[in-house]
């Protein structure tokens, strides 16, 4: 299967995202790469946002174009409901990695 085909029914590729690592030397320099880690992975979970929010009204368009009779494609909404399913069960389980590496920091006794 030519997997080029597959970009039609709006599958993006994964991209890998470059984060610098941070330094355990002392200085400024050292807070600098903090802000920076923390503002490219604020960076991220909003792409990750937006791609839930993008995927979700993609799949409402279609659904309400087929129930509208605007379109009889139902492969192409079912296809984009399933993608809005699997964006919003990926969110909500890095939602949860996070939260649980949360607690478990502030649980860390120092």
Do not use: C, E, W
Not at 33 to 62: E, H, K, P, R
């Amino acid at each position: 299967m030519n997997i080029s085909a597959a970009s039609g029914v709006g599958l993006s590729p994964i991209t890998t995202i470059q984060i610098p690592p941070i330094s355990s030397g002392a200085g400024s320099s050292s807070g600098s790469n903090v802000a920076s880690a923390a503002q490219d992975f604020t960076n991220l979970v909003g792409q990750m946002i937006n791609a839930v929010n993008t995927t979700d009204q993609q799949a409402n368009t279609l659904a309400g174009q087929l129930a509208t009779g605007q379109s009889t494609d139902i492969h192409s909404v079912m296809i984009a409901m399933a993608q809005a399913s699997v964006t919003l069960d990926l969110a909500t389980q890095v939602r949860n990695k996070v939260l649980d590496a949360y607690n478990q920091m502030m649980q860390l006794q120092v």
